[in-house]
Nanobody, 123 residues
Framework: QVQLVESGGGLVQPGGSLRLSCAASGFTLDYYAIGWFRQAPGKEREGVSCISRSGGITYYADSVKGRFTISRDNAKNTVDLQMNSLKPEDTAVYYC????????????????WGQGTQVTAFS
């Protein structure tokens, strides 16, 4: 059975950190490029970061570059997003998705899609 599940969201103070994980079952994540997306209330869904199939190339939206880090843990069959120096404008539901390849920090075509995890960064 194919599943893609995000975890690790929560409520933090601005300046705090969270680590999100994207876990797969029924397929192997290292066969796919993996992207992280987010959607804030009243806004369109936007790409945040993408990691290549090999894990050797990573991409970040300008809004998160230098604060977020995407990485693979193939032994756990996960892709993680380390988020540091969180800002109120980072508040959103974060989703991971699997695709054929990254197009910059997004995926041009989604093959699998998770249900999302809430990240809130407010005082």
């Amino acid at each position: 059975q194919v599943q893609l599940v995000e975890s690790g969201g929560g409520l933090v103070q601005p300046g705090g950190s969270l680590r999100l994980s994207c876990a797969a079952s029924g397929f192997t994540l290292d066969y796919y490029a993996i992207g992280w997306f987010r959607q804030a209330p009243g806004k369109e869904r936007e790409g945040v970061s993408c990691i290549s199939r090999s894990g050797g190339i990573t991409y970040y939206a300008d809004s998160v570059k230098g604060r977020f880090t995407i990485s693979r843990d193939n032994a756990k069959n996960t892709v993680d997003l380390q988020m540091n120096s969180l800002k109120p404008e980072d508040t959103a539901v974060y989703y991971c998705a699997a695709g054929d390849y990254c197009s910059g920090y997004t995926l041009p075509r989604l093959i699998y899609w998770g249900q999302g995890t809430q990240v809130t960064a407010f005082s």
